[in-house]
T-cell receptor, first 113, second 114 residues
């Protein structure tokens, strides 16, 4: 069945780059998403990538997709204290709105001074 | 901006009580979802709805039911609350159609069952 896996924790020093990794099993994934959850809040869409792309850049965020290995990563350049949050990887299999979106367990990013 | 409002941020209920969690959206989205979030388990889909009066089971529907009488409102019902239903509950909406169609989330309801 479908599965999305992420490591649970990541700690980086302020100003360094953070790289959060995700693997998924469903080869029919069409869109892959990164969501951010700040303390006490719901999830906000951070960025997404279509499955026929291998990279997407948006300011400090870079998403890399290796479709062959079913591996997705999110790189945050110049990590700041405001980046402390839980980051969820999610995949959508299929094109219609009937497609399920499957979430990973979330990676808690903490920033060291 | 899409607004998804969950009626309570925090809720404390006793075992055996019937519990209603309400979610209202203002963007006329056809699809609405209920997830629960537990540490280390991520988000698990409980129920979803594609239209008024329509509902589909998600991955963990046991112990829950839902109601969608109006397009903008999707209610999650715990028929007889149990301690293992203590969790964060997240409502989300999504527009009908192809393409990116991301989920838009409410801020969550943290339910404690004692």
């Amino acid at each position: 069945g479908e599965d999305v896996e992420q490591s649970l924790f990541l700690s980086v020093r302020e100003g360094d780059s953070s790289v959060i990794n995700c693997t998924y099993t469903d080869s029919s994934s069409t869109y892959l998403y990164w969501y951010k959850q700040e303390p006490g809040a719901g999830l906000q869409l951070l960025t997404y990538i279509f499955s026929n792309m291998d990279m997407k850049q948006d300011q400090r965020l870079t998403v890399l997709l290796n479709k062959k290995d079913k591996h997705l990563s999110l790189r945050i350049a110049d990590t700041q204290t405001g980046d402390s949050a839980i980051y969820f990887c999610a995949e959508k299999a299929g094109y219609s709105s009937a497609s399920k979106i499957i979430f990973g367990s979330g990676t808690r990013l903490s920033i060291r001074p | 901006d899409v607004k998804v409002t969950q009626s309570s941020r925090y809720l404390v209920k006793r075992t055996g009580e019937k519990v209603f969690l309400e979610c209202v959206q203002d963007m006329d989205h056809e699809n609405m979802f209920w997830y629960r979030q537990d540490p280390g388990l991520g988000l698990r889909l409980i129920y979803f709805s594609y239209d008024v009066k329509m509902k589909e089971k998600g991955d963990i529907p046991e112990g829950y039911s839902v109601s969608r009488e109006k397009k903008e409102r999707f209610s999650l019902i715990l028929e007889s609350a149990s301690t293992n239903q203590t969790s964060m509950y997240l409502c989300a909406t999504m527009v009908m159609g192809q393409g990116v169609s991301p989920l838009h989330f409410g801020n969550g309801t943290r339910l404690t069952v004692t």
